[in-house]
């Protein structure tokens, strides 16, 4: 009978906790205060909380209330807890904080905004040694022809045209390659998943030139050496790149994935359909990377590449460092302006994708 007793007053006890968690859930989203509710029964606690009381927080005076059931007796009493309000900053706190993104932006934006002022002067006003931020005269007497200057004797026109086909090619095959492995990764089981995983995940501690050895020797024995072959083909798929889009398909509903596949979807369908419009946000971030990650590149198409006419902006920059093709500085300044802007016009084109694509491979269930 004592056994059976006992029982009796857990199961009551279990109720009462249920019931007065409810109450207090319900209290706290009515009255905006955080409710906590101890419950005694036979002797034993137990307070449940909705949400959990802050630090700091004193409870008001308690609100007894006593429930009798058959056979116990049950004391509950509900402690109110007064949350504190949430203060944003004050005014003072957001001017200091604008003021200081803007001095920040300024200092980062300075050094361009010298380079394209520099492009448009003469070598005179560069060299006469006085410091003058404008050119002189109107600005359509600034000298404009160093953008002319800088696209014939420096041969940028040609590499401009390596670097954007090598660039758009590597961006477009990468995403897509990148993409699908994080797929399979994410949301397909297959047998050494994890083992492959984590292999890939290690080829992002190796330095970049251990790999370049490697992959100089495959390139050779390919043929791709010296053709635009060499400046796509191995950068095709990435350790960051598969990591990073399999964080993002992660977060795709295995629910959404399961009604596809009743309707008979393949898994390449499912990809496509369904998991591809999904993380998009997240390929355009990823291609922003790996399009600014292949026009930069210079060592691998330093190695690669010999011929004149298959070089690209980086390799021209560098000769245009030594003054081999062009001597003058604005000239020099002007070809720098012009393999900045196609950069600046990638990121302004999906900066939105961009964010959103970042925000979603840190959003945690």
Same mark, same amino acid.
């Given at each position: 009978?004592?056994?059976?007793?006992? &029982? $009796? +007053?857990?199961? =009551?006890?279990?109720?009462?906790? #249920?019931? %007065?968690?409810?109450?207090? /859930? !319900? *209290?706290?989203?009515?009255?905006?205060?955080? &409710? $906590? +509710?101890?419950? =005694?029964?036979?002797?034993?606690? #137990?307070? %449940?909380?909705?949400?959990? /009381? !802050? *630090?700091?927080?004193?409870?008001?005076?308690?609100?007894? +209330?006593?429930?009798?059931?058959?056979?116990?007796?049950?004391? %509950?009493?509900?402690?109110?807890?007064?949350?504190?309000?949430?203060?944003?900053?004050?005014?003072?706190?957001?001017?200091?904080?604008?003021?200081?993104?803007?001095?920040?932006?300024?200092?980062?934006?300075?050094?361009?905004?010298?380079?394209?002022?520099?492009?448009?002067?003469?070598?005179?006003?560069?060299?006469?040694?006085?410091?003058?931020?404008?050119?002189?005269?109107?600005?359509?007497?600034?000298?404009?022809?160093?953008?002319?200057?800088?696209?014939?004797?420096?041969?940028?026109?040609?590499?401009?045209?390596?670097?954007?086909?090598?660039?758009?090619?590597?961006?477009?095959?990468?995403?897509?390659?990148?993409?699908?492995?994080?797929?399979?990764?994410?949301?397909?089981?297959?047998?050494?998943?994890?083992?492959?995983?984590?292999?890939?995940?290690?080829?992002?501690?190796?330095?970049?030139?251990?790999?370049?050895?490697?992959?100089?020797?495959?390139?050779?024995?390919?043929?791709?050496?010296?053709?635009?072959?060499?400046?796509?083909?191995?950068?095709?798929?990435?350790?960051?790149?598969?990591?990073?889009?399999?964080?993002?398909?992660?977060?795709?509903?295995?629910?959404?994935?399961?009604?596809?596949?009743?309707?008979?979807?393949?898994?390449?369908?499912?990809?496509?359909?369904?998991?591809?419009?999904?993380?998009?946000?997240?390929?355009?971030?990823?291609?922003?990377?790996?399009?600014?990650?292949?026009?930069?590149?210079?060592?691998?198409?330093?190695?690669?590449?010999?011929?004149?006419?298959?070089?690209?902006?980086?390799?021209?920059?560098?000769?245009?460092?030594?003054?081999?093709?062009?001597?003058?500085?604005?000239?020099?300044?002007?070809?720098?302006?012009?393999?900045?802007?196609?950069?600046?016009?990638?990121?302004?084109?999906?900066?939105?994708?961009?964010?959103?694509?970042?925000?979603?491979?840190?959003?945690?269930?």
């Amino acid at each position: 009978m004592a056994g059976v007793a006992g &029982a $009796a +007053v857990d199961l =009551v006890a279990e109720e009462v906790v #249920v019931a %007065a968690a409810g109450v207090a /859930a !319900a *209290a706290t989203a009515v009255v905006g205060v955080a &409710a $906590a +509710v101890e419950v =005694v029964v036979g002797g034993a606690r #137990v307070v %449940a909380t909705r949400p959990p /009381a !802050a *630090a700091g927080d004193r409870p008001s005076t308690p609100r007894n +209330v006593t429930w009798i059931g058959p056979g116990t007796c049950c004391s %509950a009493r509900f402690l109110w807890y007064r949350v504190p309000a949430m203060r944003g900053p004050g005014p003072i706190q957001r001017a200091v904080a604008h003021l200081a993104v803007y001095a920040i932006a300024l200092s980062m934006l300075a050094p361009f905004a010298w380079m394209v002022l520099t492009s448009l002067k003469t070598d005179q006003e560069v060299l006469s040694g006085t410091a003058s931020a404008l050119p002189s005269g109107p600005p359509w007497r600034w000298r404009w022809q160093n953008y002319t200057d800088a696209l014939v004797g420096a041969r940028l026109g040609e590499y401009y045209l390596n670097s954007l086909v090598a660039a758009v090619l590597t961006t477009i095959l990468a995403g897509f390659h990148n993409a699908l492995a994080g797929f399979a990764f994410a949301k397909m089981r297959f047998r050494g998943r994890r083992v492959i995983f984590a292999v890939t995940i290690a080829t992002m501690m190796m330095p970049v030139q251990v790999c370049f050895i490697f992959a100089y020797l495959i390139a050779g024995r390919l043929g791709f050496i010296d053709n635009m072959q060499a400046l796509v083909v191995p950068f095709l798929a990435s350790g960051f790149g598969i990591f990073y889009m399999r964080q993002a398909v992660s977060l795709v509903p295995d629910s959404l994935l399961d009604a596809g596949r009743i309707d008979g979807m393949t898994d390449f369908e499912l990809f496509w359909t369904l998991v591809r419009p999904t993380v998009w946000p997240a390929i355009s971030a990823l291609a922003i990377f790996t399009f600014v990650g292949s026009w930069n590149s210079f060592f691998w198409p330093l190695i690669v590449i010999d011929s004149a006419g298959r070089k690209t902006l980086p390799l021209g920059v560098a000769e245009l460092a030594t003054g081999r093709l062009v001597l003058s500085w604005p000239t020099r300044m002007a070809a720098a302006t012009l393999i900045t802007l196609p950069l600046i016009i990638v990121f302004m084109v999906f900066q939105r994708a961009f964010v959103r694509g970042i925000a979603l491979t840190g959003v945690k269930e």
